[in-house]
């Protein structure tokens, strides 16, 4: 099983261009997040959603889109990129929110 | 709202015993979480606490008071690859601290 896939491993983009960060697992889990992390400031949830067709914010949600047409993938778009959005960008899947989450290896991203 | 404290730093010796306290105060709590992440890689999965008491897995154990908001791990005999960060989360939403980061020196 490859657990959770995350692409690209790397990105670099200037402002105001929009991109996807996708991510997808294999686990059949329900429960999929989206968080960023930033030097000194731990890991901050963007939006998570409990199943397909189900999506709520986190709590630093703007500027990015998500949605769950399938079971299996999570992907997250930021609308208009901008330099406060540089940071490494993770995406984690569990069986629900109470169980053990497994993380991708990470996006870092760059805007210039 | 939901506040989650860690010390930021801590260092420690090998072969010593190290406690790293979590506090929280969160609107809803379903457990507690700890996480362990090396520099540059994912988080990985520590423990899980629902109920008040201790929790004991090899040379880590983690406690929690739902009735304090506190929360910590305990490593023992430590070793220099436990030099990481330990992130604390709360559910039901998943929030984190800010972590804590170790450095285990010989």
């Known amino acids: 099983n490859a657990g959770v896939t995350q692409t690209p491993k790397f990105q670099v983009l200037k402002t105001g261009q929009s991109m996807t960060l996708q991510c997808a697992q294999d686990?059949?889990?329900?429960?999929m997040s989206w968080y960023r992390q930033d030097p000194g400031m731990g890991l901050r949830l963007i939006h998570y959603?409990?199943?397909?067709?189900?999506?709520d914010q986190g709590e630093v949600p703007n500027g990015y889109n998500v949605s769950r047409s399938t079971t299996e993938d999570f992907p997250l778009r930021l609308l208009s990129a901008a330099p406060s959005q540089t940071s490494v960008y993770f995406c984690?899947?569990?069986?629900?929110?109470?169980?053990?989450?497994?993380f991708g290896d990470g996006t870092r991203l760059s805007i210039l | 709202g939901q506040n989650i404290d860690q010390p930021t730093e801590m260092t420690a010796t090998e072969g010593a015993i190290v406690q790293i306290n979590c506090t929280y105060q969160?609107?809803?709590?379903?457990?507690l979480f700890w996480y362990q992440q090396h520099a540059g890689e994912a988080p990985t999965f520590l423990s899980y606490?629902?109920?008040?008491g201790l929790e004991e897995k090899g040379r880590f154990s983690s406690f929690l008071s739902r009735s304090k908001g506190y929360s910590y791990l305990l490593l023992k005999e430590l070793q220099m690859k436990d030099s990481a960060s330990y992130l604390c989360?709360?559910?039901?939403?998943?929030?984190f601290g800010t972590g804590t980061r170790l450095q285990v020196f010989p």
């Open positions: 984690a899947s569990s069986r629900s929110g109470n169980q053990p989450q497994h």
């Open positions: 686990m059949n889990h329900e429960y």
């Open positions: 959603s409990v199943g397909a067709g189900i999506t």
């Open positions: 969160t609107s809803g709590f379903n457990g």
């Open positions: 606490n629902v109920l008040d």
């Open positions: 989360a709360v559910t039901d939403k998943l929030i």
